[in-house]
């Protein structure tokens, strides 16, 4: 396995070590991974064609899916192959600008994706608290509207975060102890005072997870107050049965996501490796994840996939005839 030259390194190119003390089993590690990254890829595209090609799912909770298969996609592809590089052959290498825009790119999905989940769950909201005014507010412009609020809010709260850096010097070490370029783990290879990019690290992360958490939180302290005032049992059922996928999606996405951060910021005591592998499950799992969990627990869509590939399949059953 290629190791970095720590002396005669080239000051404009960082190496990413992969997972730190675990180097023995970064083969046996990419196999997980490589399923993962196929999962990520095979199951969004499915949910973007499906949707696309079924006029009944052109819905707002639908097209929110949607939004979050194709950022998704996106995070996974700024992920999985300098990953799979770096656990296959050692392929660490990656250039300052390179590992910027990575570091850019990664955390700003996140935050997108975070601002969907909350549209997701006012989605919710006003289908079950407001359904006669459902119609009303999320209209295809509200919705569009909203997707382009996720992709400036997620961009202008990361924007600041490479040029803290690139004012940085880095007169120690060049190899960064990760998988890919995380933010922190990147400061803290630089000399001088660090404090603005920690702070405002901590406020943007804070900003996003907290301030979303919250409004999440509300919206189904909501719903759930406006379920238990109906009298019928089996209403209540349906209407918390339209929850379960966006709630488990949150649990999927949020709950490694807080133990990276929380690990991360006050867990000194957790071996590095540890650190590592709850940043590359907060990464991996959610987008492989969410096109399974809303495959599974929404009929509409497990129908839809149905006669999408019957259709596939009565289109090349003609062609060959």
Known sequence: MESPNHTNMDAS?????????????????????????TATIVGNITILVVVAT?????????L?????STIDLAAS???VPKLLGILWC???HISASACLAQMFFIHAFCMMESTVLLAMAFDRYVAICHPLRYATFLTDTVIARIGVVAVVR?????LPCPFLIGRLSFCKSHVIPHTYCE????VKLACGDTRPNRVYGLTAALLVIG???????LSYALIAQAVLRLSSHEARSKALGTCGSHVCVILISYTPALFSFFTHRFGHQVPLHIHILLANVYLLFPPALNPVVYGVKTKEIRESIVRVFQRGQEIGIKSSE
């Not at 929110?64 to 979050?68: A, R, V």
């Not at 933010?183 to 990147?186: I, L, N, P, T, Y």
């Open 13 to 37: 190119v960082f190496f990413l070590v992969g997972i730190p003390g675990l180097e023995q089993f970064h083969l046996w590690l990419s196999l997980p991974v490589c399923c993962l990254g």
């Open 54 to 62: 079924e006029p009944a799912l052109h819905k707002p909770m639908y």
């Open 64 to 68: 929110f899916l949607c939004m979050l």
């Open 77 to 79: 592809l700024s992920t």
């Open 90 to 92: 050692g392929a660490g």
């Open 154 to 158: 997620g961009s202008l709260l990361m």
């Open 183 to 186: 933010h922190m783990a990147v």
């Open 211 to 217: 301030v979303d958490l919250f409004c999440i939180g």
